[in-house]
């Protein structure tokens, strides 16, 4: 026998030779089998606790990849099976008209034309939004959580995003180490940043800095060398990895250069999460702010492709800008006060309120006062939506957070009194599609509560948050070769003509 001989080895090579193969299996599956049992009966909560639950642990079984931990690996399996479905799909149905457009919607900005392919999250009136199919609950029960945690990690739903597949917790910690990896900044923007004069707003400074980080855009180098299309969403991706695992570091960097006389961020720590590490690096250290950050970089990541910043993204990506221009292109979008200012207002309102009616108000009052508001031409801010036909789901998680961490809190009452009373009023005085408040009525207070005053700082926390929906769409809009956006305009007159109206 040689020297180097491995027995087993050779025992291995034995055994899957000489043992049938249809056995072997057989024997595994029985074996796996046994091996659930077991978990169940060690852990009854599981399978009894609700029917839920034991339908969300089925859904995790079969949706979690467990092969690999690399996203990208994932992404170059998903991307040729999904090329080939919509290619089918187009072949068969290109030609199928599914709407029709009225004059209404052309002034209305377009509203509700479906004219826009956008894969990962889809706005349901009546459910609010779903993650690649999951409503927000059904997201905080089956993602994966920090160790002691409650709430889902935004890197696992980034995951879902990208995939459709539910991560594991393997998977979510790849995710979260590779965002540590890549998270340093160059030197030229750091600089940029700490040149930047106080008075230029927090969102300025961030959409700067995103733009900046340009001179880093693997996709736009491998452009410039000629790299073949089949390849775009390769360099598409890398470059929204290295951008996401930035942007708290810039975000970081611009709380502290305005409201903490620009003291360090601190290093990142690659045994945390992302939101751990943003928590630490902006300052705040209590364990249930981070958790906080968790579901606040969840539940505001995405909101389907027609709102002004993820359609920014999509059209700007559309002509093969890389992903830092296109990002930032979307970040100038949300910081309008139609868009991402919105939470801002709605703490500014809130304040007023309590300036003018002090600590405890009665409902009557409280009615009154909502009631001079609407009056005066103004609205409640907070409340309505475009698409929404109930209470927004993101404003339910958050009450359900508010509830168990700060129920007493005065900002929080009055938040839950305005509940109470707002859809009624809005109801009685007949303009509204949507009484129901939205995701900005609750997000401010909360951030409040733990310390965050600085309410000009709110949208960039949105904006790191929304990186993970529009950037996990722009790599699939690469993968699928989406064209150059192109809708065709009219002029009145011509609006006018095609209708066969009399002008004037």
């Known amino acids: 026998m040689p020297s180097n001989h491995n027995t087993e080895t050779d025992f291995v090579h034995f055994f899957w030779t000489q043992v049938d193969l249809e056995k072997t299996a057989a024997l595994a599956f029985v074996f796996l089998l046994d091996c659930m049992v077991v978990l169940l009966i060690l852990n ?41 479905r919509i290619k089918n799909f187009k072949q068969q149905y290109g030609k199928t008209n599914i709407g029709q ?51 889902p990690l935004p890197e696992g739903l980034f995951w879902l995003l990208v995939t459709g597949q539910v991560p594991t917790e393997e998977q979510v910690t790849w995710v979260s180490k590779e965002w540590a990896k890549r998270a ?59 951008l996401i695992a930035k942007l708290p570091c810039i975000a970081a960097k611009i709380y502290r250069n ?17 939101s751990h590490n943003f928590s630490n690096m902006l300052g705040y250290s209590d364990a249930q702010f981070t958790e906080l950050m968790r579901l606040y970089l969840t539940i505001h990541s995405d909101h389907e492709g027609g709102n002004v910043s993820a359609h920014t993204s999509h059209l700007v990506g559309s002509a093969l800008s890389d992903p830092y221009l296109s990002f930032s292109a979307a970040m100038n979008g949300l910081a309008g006060p139609l868009h991402g200012l919105a939470n801002q207002e709605v703490l500014v309102w809130l304040t007023a309120l309590q300036k003018e009616l002090g600590g405890e108000v009665s409902d009557e009052k409280m009615r009154d ?44 009452k009055m938040v839950a ?10 109801l009685e005085q007949g303009k509204a599609k949507n009484p129901w408040p939205n995701v900005d009525a609750h997000s401010g207070v909360l951030l409040q509560y733990y310390g965050m005053s600085e309410m000009n700082y709110y949208t960039v926390l949105f904006g790191v948050s929304r990186a993970l929906g529009v950037l996990a769409q722009l790599v699939w809009s690469r993968a699928l070769g989406f064209p150059l956006e192109r809708p065709k305009s009219m002029s009145t007159d011509g609006l006018m003509t095609l209708v066969g109206a009399k002008s004037g």
């Open 101 to 151: 457009i009225s004059v209404d919607m052309i002034y209305g900005g377009m509203r509700g034309m479906k004219g826009l392919v956008y894969e990962t999250s889809v706005l349901d009136p009546d459910e609010g939004i779903r993650f690649r199919g999951y409503s927000i609950p059904e997201c905080q029960g089956l993602l994966p959580k920090a160790p002691g945690g409650e709430e």
């Open 44 to 84: 009854p909560f599981i399978w009894w606790s609700d029917s839920q639950n034991a339908t969300n642990f089925l859904v995790a079984a079969r949706n979690a990849s467990a092969s690999t931990t690399n996203l990208k690996d994932v992404l170059a399996d998903l991307i040729p099976k999904e090329q080939t």
């Open 184 to 242: 340093a900044l160059p030197s030229h923007v750091v600089t940029m940043l700490d040149n930047f004069p106080t008075n230029l707003h927090p969102m300025s400074q961030f959409s700067a800095a995103i733009t900046a980080l340009n001179s880093e855009s693997s996709f736009a180098r491998a452009y410039s060398e000629g790299v073949h299309k089949s390849k775009y969403w390769e360099f598409a991706y890398e470059d929204s990895m290295d």
């Open 258 to 274: 305005l409201y903490r006389e620009g003291s360090s961020i601190g290093a990142i720590d690659s045994n945390l999460d992302w």
């Open 369 to 412: 006062y909502i009631w001079n508001t609407l009056k005066s031409g103004r609205v409640v801010p907070g409340y309505g939506h475009a698409v929404l036909r109930k209470t927004d789901p993101r404003y339910t998680c958050q009450r359900e957070f508010a509830l168990k961490h700060l129920p007493s809190d005065p900002m929080f």
């Open 417 to 426: 009194q305005l509940y109470k009373i707002v859809p009624n009023v809005l």
